[in-house]
């Protein structure tokens, strides 16, 4: 390079030129070129730097001798605020290097280059500035000032084209949010499903702000819940299950129907407004609350886990011009989904109805209705519990699934009052509904069922008394609403009453058929020949109705006030059978004494019983009664506890009756019949003897018939004869 630097007519005319081209950029690629392309234009070694939050940061250097980067200059060079202010406070200013204040690390820049002159030129908008110019001049080389009045005209010019680079932006910006929202506005209008609809409101924001993490949080006044059915994380799609509304920042949206942007220092500002993230938190963070009707319904949340500063205000006005319009379309189409769905569950509740009024059959009934409310109502497990007799247990009577099939084999069951939901319906006789599982008492886990997350358990009411408990279970938190209760509480009373219809029937069923069999027992007892014949074909019948019960009927002996066995079937041994219990003694002779049926649920708390069959748990006597007499006492017992009911007493009553009819008639049948045989042999003999006219062959006829019906050994007749007539 010469060591003069003479003014060149051409250089500042190019000058000129490239700042008209500066003042028509469009980009800030479009500025930075024009500064290059005027820097490059004159003789000095120079750089453009930009200022940043922290300083200044270099654009650009150009060394012409080289016709490169200045080697070693500063990239960046930290500077405060006042130090700006400070040394950029004059258009132009030349100064030697050797006596320069400035700033030293770009003085010792420019000396390392072999420059002893430098001139800075600021780039000023109103009072700040914006970037800096600087020229360096060898020694030897002057800084002529008709070469730097286009720089400094080109310095003034980058704060305007910087300026409408902006308004354009802006502009251009603007233009895309309000087309992406009307873009927006007519695609939700045709959506009928919410998970479309999440995609294509992601779509427009990504386009409009960029590639961020994007969700939708929407929220159920009822259980004051927020669930976010949509969220997208480093391209990846993903939900949260409900939770409740807390002191989060989409909690803050939707408490205060306010938009929200944490621009910088997002944590520490969360903390200040009393929230916290869950994970990494990001450096910014952008929510708008979904409003309708005054009331938020949910809530759009975008952020950026690695840039702080990554929104503008002009981001969020679209958010929440974005918010304002698809709004409306997630509640209506959200409130289209529920009435859909409730209408499914009516539907459900209504083919069970129907059911139940066909249908008898109450296992098919059951497993019906499990089924359709896992299906129809998105459960993950249902199950029909019912009380056993004694209403101490809630035994599983239909579960769906593989975890229901176990339960159902191995009898699965709660105690009436246990700490679980099933024990404290059945107790309370009132529903039971914990959507948060984790944190409710009465909640009982059960490893076949590891990802419950909500239960409810509904009562089988019939009047006031629980039958049974209709159980529900779903791996999501939060489920259950008082509305989709009410639908299943439909359905459990539905479910009671085909449960009782159908006992009922059995019940009249097995009446029926014990009845007819009784009936049967009853003629072929009455058309028997013998007492004995009568009573053993009434415990051989009893034993078919009842299924193999051990049974016994033991006739009264007056004179020794006992019992005897007269018939008996199902006894371990012929001694058992073959007792003889005193009136008073053991349950059957109580019975005998007292006249009264007992009913013994289990015999080994009785102290009555006489045990002849170490198996034996409950038994039945009752007295046979005939005209104001006992006449026996008919006794049933059993291997199971608590075998026989009311019903099984009144039906034996029955037979007990006609039984003492039979008996009495019996024995009058059979005195009938003896004195009819010893008049007829009485009559015979008195032929006999009239034939006779020898008085020895009068006693001896009358003595071998004697012999004969007495079954004797010897008869001897004496006849005292008056001694006139001796022979």
């Known amino acids: 390079m010469s060591k003069s630097a003479p003014t060149n007519f051409e250089t500042i005319l190019k000058l000129h030129e490239i700042n008209y081209l500066l003042f028509k950029a469009q980009s800030e690629k479009e500025v930075n070129t024009a500064i290059q392309n005027s820097l490059k234009a004159l003789p000095f070694l120079s750089a453009y730097y930009g200022v940043s939050d922290n300083g200044l940061e270099l654009v650009f250097s150009y060394d012409p001798r080289s016709k490169k980067a200045i080697q070693g200059i500063k990239k960046q060079v930290e500077l405060t605020v006042t130090e700006i202010a400070r040394d950029f406070s004059e258009t132009v200013k030349i100064t030697k290097l050797a006596d320069s204040k400035h700033n030293p690390v770009i003085v010792s820049c420019f000396q390392d280059a072999g420059c002893e002159t430098l001139a800075v030129i600021p780039a000023i908008e109103d009072v700040l500035t914006v970037g800096v110019i600087y020229l360096g001049a060898e020694a030897g080389q002057e800084i002529d000032p008709l070469l730097t009045a286009p720089i400094a005209s080109l310095a003034e010019t980058i704060p305007h084209a910087q300026k409408n680079i902006k308004a354009q932006r802006a502009i251009q910006q603007r233009l895309r949010e309000l087309e992406a929202i009307s873009d927006t506005s007519q695609l939700v209008s045709s959506l009928n499903d919410l998970d479309e609809l999440y995609q294509v409101l992601h779509k427009q924001i990504k386009e409009t702000i960029g590639e961020i993490s994007f969700a939708i949080g929407l929220f159920d006044a009822e259980t004051e819940t927020i669930e976010i059915p949509y969220m997208v994380e480093d391209g990846k799609t993903s939900s949260i299950e409900p939770f409740p509304l807390g002191e989060g920042l989409i909690s803050i949206l939707i408490r205060t129907r306010q938009p929200l942007m944490l621009a910088d220092d997002a944590e520490r500002r969360a903390r200040a407004l009393g929230a916290k993230f869950s994970g990494k938190a990001p450096k910014s963070w952008m929510g708008c609350p979904l409003v309708v009707g005054g009331e938020a319904v949910g809530a759009i949340v975008v952020q950026d886990i690695e840039k702080e500063n990554r929104f503008t205000q002009d981001d969020l006005r679209f958010l929440t011009s974005l918010s304002a319009q698809v709004g409306g379309a997630i509640y209506n189409t959200q409130l289209l989904e529920n009435m859909r769905r409730r209408a499914l569950q009516l539907q459900t509740v209504a083919e069970i109805s129907r059911e139940v009024s066909s249908s008898l059959i109450i296992d098919n009934l059951l497993k ?360």
């Open 368 to 727: 019906q209705a499990v089924q359709l409310a896992v299906e129809r109502f998105n459960f993950y497990h249902a199950s029909v519990f019912l009380l056993d007799p004694a209403k101490e247990f809630a035994v599983i009577r239909e579960a769906t699934g593989e975890a229901g099939a176990q339960m159902k084999r191995a009898g699965h069951k709660l105690q009436v009052g246990s700490k679980s939901i099933v024990g404290y319906v059945t107790q309370n006789r009132q529903p039971l509904v914990v959507n948060e599982t984790s944190s409710d008492p009465n909640y009982y886990a059960n490893p076949l069922l590891p990802d419950t997350k909500a239960e409810a358990g509904l009562p089988l009411l019939v009047g006031e008394d629980v039958i049974g408990v209709l159980d529900v279970q779903s791996t999501r938190p939060y489920v259950f609403t008082e509305e989709n209760i009410k639908i299943m509480q439909i359905l459990a009373d539905q479910l009671a009453v085909a449960v009782v219809n159908s006992e009922l029937f059995a019940e009249a069923q097995e009446r029926l058929s014990q009845h007819r069999l009784l009936h049967h027992v009853t003629t072929a007892a009455a058309s028997s020949t013998s007492i004995d014949e009568a009573l053993q074909s009434a415990v051989q019948g009893l034993q078919v109705t009842l299924g193999g019960d051990q049974i016994a009927i033991l006739l009264s002996d007056k004179e020794q006030k006992n019992l005897d066995v007269r018939a008996s079937i199902g006894y371990p041994n012929e001694e058992s059978a073959k007792l003889k219990i005193p009136f008073g003694v053991g349950v059957t002779g109580w019975v005998a004494a007292q006249r009264q049926a007992q009913r013994i649920n289990d015999v080994t708390k009785d102290s009555r019983y006489i045990s002849v069959n170490s198996k034996i748990r409950s038994e039945l006597a009752i007295p046979l009664i005939y005209r104001n007499e006992v006449l026996g006492v008919l006794n049933v017992e059993s291997p199971r506890i608590a075998a026989y009911s009311e019903n099984d007493e009144e039906m034996l009553g029955t037979l007990a009756g006609s039984l003492a009819a039979i008996i009495a008639h019996s024995r009058l049948l059979e005195q009938f019949r003896t004195q009819v045989e010893r008049e007829r042999m009485l009559y015979e003999i008195i032929n006999k003897i009239r034939r006779t006219s020898s008085a020895e062959k009068i006693l001896s006829i009358t003595s071998a018939e004697i012999n004969k019906t007495l079954a004797t050994r010897r008869v001897s007749i004496k006849v005292d004869l008056p001694e006139s007539e001796s022979l």
